[in-house]
């Protein structure tokens, strides 16, 4: 048990290596689950600030996740920071996540991974920035 969580922790808080589209879109659409509870986790004031605490876990793991998403497309991984501008880079990130460089890769055909990891990726950048900004 403690090798799978030192494996998971690893893995999800890593900015070294690459990610497929796949296994982007499926951590993606586990991180906006967890944005999700966040933000709602907000109405509860005896909750104090483990809201904003979680959510800056989970706004580093996003990074890393995105980081590593475009590293494996051949981009520029510093273009994570377009996450902070509200709309326009959170709609360029969901764009850059999906782009395939290398056309050999069945992946990018894929159009139901190409949707989730896009959404997931741009609502995940909009409850996280949402969760600094209501609190």
Do not use: H
């Not at 497929?20 to 986790?41: E, P, T």
């Amino acid at each position: 048990m403690r090798l799978n969580l030192e494996s998971a922790l690893r893995d999800g808080f890593s900015f070294a290596g690459t990610l497929s589209l796949k296994k982007f879109s499926s951590r993606g659409l586990a991180i906006l689950i967890l944005a999700a509870a966040c933000v709602l986790s907000l109405e509860l004031p005896e909750l104090g600030p483990i809201p904003k605490i979680v959510g800056g876990v989970l706004t580093l793991s996003f990074s890393s996740l995105v980081v590593r998403r475009l590293r494996d497309s051949r981009l520029w991984p510093a273009l994570v920071v377009f996450g902070i501008l509200p709309f326009v880079g959170w709609g360029l990130l969901a764009v850059l996540v999906i782009v395939r460089q290398d056309s050999a890769e069945d992946e990018g055909q894929n159009y139901v991974n190409m949707i989730g990891a896009a959404g997931a990726c741009f609502l995940s950048a909009a409850l996280l920035s949402w969760l600094y900004l209501l609190g």
